[in-house]
């Protein structure tokens, strides 16, 4: 048995139309994930994202920032959840001061 979330895949480095495909996939609820990297993420608008996983944290807080952004639009509740290691631990002490 496989267990798993169907997702698709997203990254700045993939062909327009394989984006917008996954995309499309994604905002249509055909998919319940996203897999994307920071240039992936950047510029668009996608309605009702309840929850944004980092994998590892960028190195800049304001990525972090318009990363977790995407999730608790005005009048909705969100979850982000990040994945730390040692090497994160300056970052997250950044993010929790603010």
């Given at each position: 048995m496989?267990?798993g979330v169907?997702?698709a895949?997203y ?7 394989e984006q917008?495909?996954n ?12 897999l994307?990297t ?7 608008h996608?309605a009702?994202v309840?929850r ?12 972090d920032?318009?990363?977790?952004g995407?999730?608790?639009?005005p009048?909705r ?13 300056s ?5 929790k001061?603010?």
């Amino acid at each position: 048995m496989k267990l798993g979330v169907a997702h698709a895949v997203y990254r700045g480095e993939m062909d327009w139309i394989e984006q917008r495909t996954n995309l499309k996939r994604f905002r249509d609820g055909e998919v319940l994930g996203r897999l994307t990297t920071d240039p992936g993420g950047r510029g668009l608008h996608i309605a009702r994202v309840g929850r944004v996983i980092n994998v590892y944290l960028p190195r800049d807080i304001d990525k972090d920032r318009h990363r977790v952004g995407r999730t608790a639009r005005p009048g909705r509740n969100g979850l982000v959840v990040h994945l730390v290691t040692g090497r994160d631990q300056s970052l997250m002490k950044e993010i929790k001061r603010l």
